[in-house]
């Protein structure tokens, strides 16, 4: 498991410097993925089975993607109590 944060273009210019060394910063390639939006709060059983139903939607669709992994994101802080935004992303394959 992995925890990211996006940085804007502004703040890709000048990254701030990690203080603990067990952190970095990564550059990773654009990307295109399919999404499915959650609200509430999530834990490991309910991403596993938001990114299930996704990939019922995708082989609906026979679309191709990298099965491998998933990315989970949550957009809010964890005192919104309503309306949370969350997503679970697929990294489709190119054809």
């Not at 970095?24 to 309910?46: C, D, H, Q, S, W």
Request: hydrophobic share 30%; proline share 6%.
């Amino acid at each position: 498991m992995e925890m990211s944060f996006y940085l804007d273009a502004k703040q890709q210019e000048n990254p701030p410097k990690p203080n603990n060394p067990a952190l970095y910063i990564t550059t990773r390639p654009e990307l295109t993925v399919y999404t499915r939006t959650v609200g509430g709060f999530m834990n490991e059983a309910k991403w596993k089975k938001e990114m299930e139903e996704l990939d019922e939607l995708i082989k609906a669709k026979e679309l191709k993607i990298d099965e491998s992994h998933y990315y989970t994101n949550g957009y809010d802080a964890p005192f919104k109590l309503w309306n949370r935004r969350n997503e679970v992303w697929r990294v489709k394959l190119d054809e």
